[in-house]
């Protein structure tokens, strides 16, 4: 098993040069994500300051849910409104609310503090995890300590949901970036509702090939966008995601640091802050510690392709 690593702070946006370029791996544009993580373990901290990953096979009881309509085929607890609209936007949106609370009633809810790991890159495990709050990152490392960001998860988004059907190592580390409140779901709780439930297959299939579908775009991009157009893209879809519309523009808390910007565009965090700062020049955003402010979307759309 990987030792957990720790996560000292790092420069915010607009710091000094790193005296290590990140590792470039073909995930590693935003958007394309990896297509393999999978989660394991309860909420109860492990030895190494992470999760600890001794937690019942079977998957316990996510809170407001009877999980004897589980098994038994009664009625499903209704789902609270802020799971609903997880439901309405993540990898069950076209399954039918009753079948999707029958499967959180399944599942182990978690919640992790700032900096502290979810699981570690090579670890085993057969969970999948729903980001209810906050935002989680995907990270490998390399044998000289150099990292390579994969993807940023936010709320209604999934870790694992390859591996949950293909239990194996994980190929990446996750790590909270802010308060993280999670839902987790084991490979025999999914197994099991999928046997009564197996036209919601094709649903999750869909999702999949959707994920695999935004990897090959970022697999392109890799090769053919340049380095700019590569950052230009990636606060575009952070805005997508996590932005707020303002008087000035849209505003995007993402929470990473010009480190983490860097490695999740795969680029060196000097050339990476050079596009900013040409970005911030032709006042196409701002920047303000671990957020922007896309100010002139247009531009920065056509500076993206």
């Given at each position: 098993?990987a030792?957990?690593?720790?996560?000292?702070?790092?420069?915010?946006?607009?710091?000094?040069?790193?005296?290590?370029?990140?590792?470039?791996?073909?995930?590693?544009?935003?958007?394309?994500g990896?297509?393999?993580e999978?989660?394991?373990?309860?909420?109860?901290?492990?030895?190494a300051?992470?999760?600890?990953?001794?937690?019942d096979?079977?998957?316990?009881?996510?809170?407001?849910?009877?999980?004897?309509g589980?098994?038994?085929?009664e009625?499903?607890?209704e789902m609270?409104?802020?799971?609903?609209?997880?439901?309405?936007?993540?990898?069950?949106?076209?399954?039918?609310e009753?079948?999707?609370?029958?499967?959180?009633?399944?599942?182990?809810?978690?919640?992790?503090?700032?900096?502290?790991?979810?699981?570690?890159?090579?670890?085993?495990?057969?969970?999948?995890?729903?980001?209810?709050?906050?935002?989680?990152?995907?990270?490998?490392?390399?044998?000289?300590?150099?990292?390579?960001?994969?993807?940023?998860?936010?709320?209604?988004?999934?870790?694992?949901?390859?591996?949950?059907?293909?239990?194996?190592p994980?190929t990446?580390?996750?790590?909270?970036?802010?308060?993280v409140e999670l839902?987790?779901?084991?490979?025999?709780?999914?197994?099991?509702?999928?046997?009564?439930?197996?036209?919601?297959?094709?649903?999750?299939?869909?999702?999949?090939?959707?994920?695999?579908?935004?990897?090959?775009?970022?697999?392109?991009?890799?090769?053919?966008?340049?380095?700019?157009?590569?950052?230009?893209?990636?606060?575009?879809d952070?805005?997508?995601?996590?932005?707020?519309?303002?008087?000035?523009?849209?505003?995007?808390?993402?929470?990473?640091?010009?480190?983490?910007?860097?490695?999740?565009?795969?680029?060196?965090?000097?050339?990476?802050?050079?596009?900013l700062?040409?970005?911030?020049?032709?006042?196409?955003?701002?920047l303000?510690?671990?957020?922007?402010?896309?100010?002139?979307?247009?531009?920065?759309?056509?500076?993206?392709?």
């Amino acid at each position: 098993m990987a030792e957990t690593r720790q996560n000292p702070e790092q420069t915010e946006l607009g710091g000094q040069p790193s005296p290590q370029a990140p590792v470039v791996n073909a995930d590693s544009p935003f958007g394309g994500g990896p297509t393999s993580e999978l989660g394991g373990g309860r909420s109860s901290a492990g030895p190494a300051g992470g999760i600890d990953h001794q937690a019942d096979p079977q998957g316990g009881a996510a809170e407001g849910y009877d999980p004897a309509g589980y098994d038994s085929g009664e009625e499903a607890t209704e789902m609270p409104a802020d799971l609903g609209a997880i439901v309405a936007s993540g990898l069950f949106a076209d399954i039918d609310e009753d079948h999707a609370a029958l499967l959180f009633a399944r599942m182990v809810p978690i919640r992790l503090s700032r900096g502290e790991v979810l699981f570690n890159e090579d670890d085993n495990g057969d969970r999948l995890y729903l980001v209810q709050s906050g935002k989680v990152k995907l990270g490998r490392g390399a044998p000289d300590q150099r990292e390579n960001l994969l993807a940023v998860i936010g709320p209604g988004e999934f870790i694992g949901e390859l591996t949950l059907f293909d239990p194996g190592p994980r190929t990446a580390t996750a790590t909270a970036v802010t308060q993280v409140e999670l839902l987790e779901l084991s490979h025999q709780a999914m197994g099991d509702w999928l046997a009564q439930y197996p036209n919601a297959a094709r649903y999750l299939l869909r999702a999949l090939a959707h994920r695999l579908r935004r990897t090959n775009e970022a697999l392109g991009d890799l090769v053919f966008s340049d380095v700019p157009g590569r950052v230009a893209k990636a606060l575009l879809d952070l805005a997508d995601r996590f932005g707020e519309p303002t008087d000035e523009g849209v505003h995007v808390t993402h929470g990473l640091t010009q480190v983490e910007l860097a490695q999740l565009v795969g680029a060196s965090r000097e050339t990476v802050n050079k596009a900013l700062s040409e970005f911030v020049a032709r006042g196409w955003v701002r920047l303000e510690g671990r957020g922007v402010y896309v100010l002139d979307r247009p531009k920065l759309a056509h500076r993206a392709h």
